[in-house]
């Protein structure tokens, strides 16, 4: 059974920085894509960045140049580095992670529990 666990939500004062991880467990065969995507009450959830096996990267415009999104050695972990947060960027923040595993041999997406990020002076 796969499973994803974030960390490192939590208060932050505008114009601070969070890491964001994300671990994927399980018997998975191959990791395609991972990214991260947040969501507020009452608005959709949005994507903020994603990362295919190759490398690329993918960014939503309101976090370009201020977020990162990076896999760790093991290849099933990713991270986001957010800086110079503002009150915009308070949300909850899932993982997502776009996978094939030994019970289900072709690529699926799975989902994280999520965790709140709140910026706040």
């Known amino acids: 059974q796969v499973q994803l666990v974030e960390s490192g939500g939590g208060l932050v004062q505008p114009g601070g920085s969070l890491r964001l991880s994300c671990a994927a467990s399980?018997?998975?065969?191959?990791?395609?894509?991972m990214g991260w995507y947040r969501q507020v009450p009452g608005k959709q959830r949005e994507l903020v960045a994603t990362?295919?096996?190759?490398?690329?990267?993918n960014y939503a415009d309101s976090v370009k140049g201020r977020f990162t999104i990076s896999r760790g050695n093991a290849k099933n972990t990713v991270y986001l580095q957010m800086n110079s947060l503002t009150p915009e960027d308070t949300a909850v923040y899932y993982c997502?992670?776009?996978?094939?595993?030994?019970?289900?041999?072709?690529?699926?997406?799975?989902w994280g529990k999520g965790t709140l990020v709140t910026v706040s002076s």
């Open positions: 997502k992670v776009t996978l094939s595993s030994e019970s289900r041999p072709y690529s699926m997406d799975y």
């Open positions: 990362i295919i096996s190759g490398g690329l990267t």
């Open positions: 399980g018997r998975i065969i191959n990791i395609y894509a």
